[in-house]
Nanobody
Framework: QVQLVESGGGLVQPGGSLRLSCAAS????????MGWFRQAPGKKRELVAL???????TYADSVKGRFTISRDIPKNTVSLQMNSLKPEDTAVYYC????????WGQGTQVTVSS
């Protein structure tokens, strides 16, 4: 099992920035991918950014150039720096880990509104 603890999130005005962080514990030696998904009201959960062991990173087209994922493999943490936030970025953001199984954080609300 892998446990995930998220931090960050909150309310921000359009154009603002937020940083999400996630720390993994437990059977972390099995992890080969860490990242973030999000789910807006009435929509399916979607990939935001994912980092694989070896450095490969995938971003959703909607966040490219605005969001940056960073991962500290020895510390088993992953962060998401979100800049130039838009109202359509409003969602619950979930930390995600893939190893021998998939694990999810509890989710943190990000609201972009003036």
């Amino acid at each position: 099992q892998v446990q995930l603890v998220e931090s960050g999130g909150g309310l921000v005005q359009p154009g603002g920035s937020l940083r999400l962080s996630c720390a993994a514990s437990g059977r972390t030696f099995t992890i080969y991918a860490m990242g973030w998904f999000r789910q807006a009201p009435g929509k399916k959960r979607e990939l935001v950014a994912l980092n694989n062991v070896g450095g490969g990173t995938t971003y959703a087209d909607s966040v490219k150039g605005r969001f940056t994922i960073s991962r500290d493999i020895p510390k088993n943490t992953v962060s998401l720096q979100m800049n130039s936030l838009k109202p359509e970025d409003t969602a619950v953001y979930y930390c995600y880990v893939r190893g021998i199984a998939e694990f999810w954080g509890q989710g943190t609300q990000v609201t972009v509104s003036s």
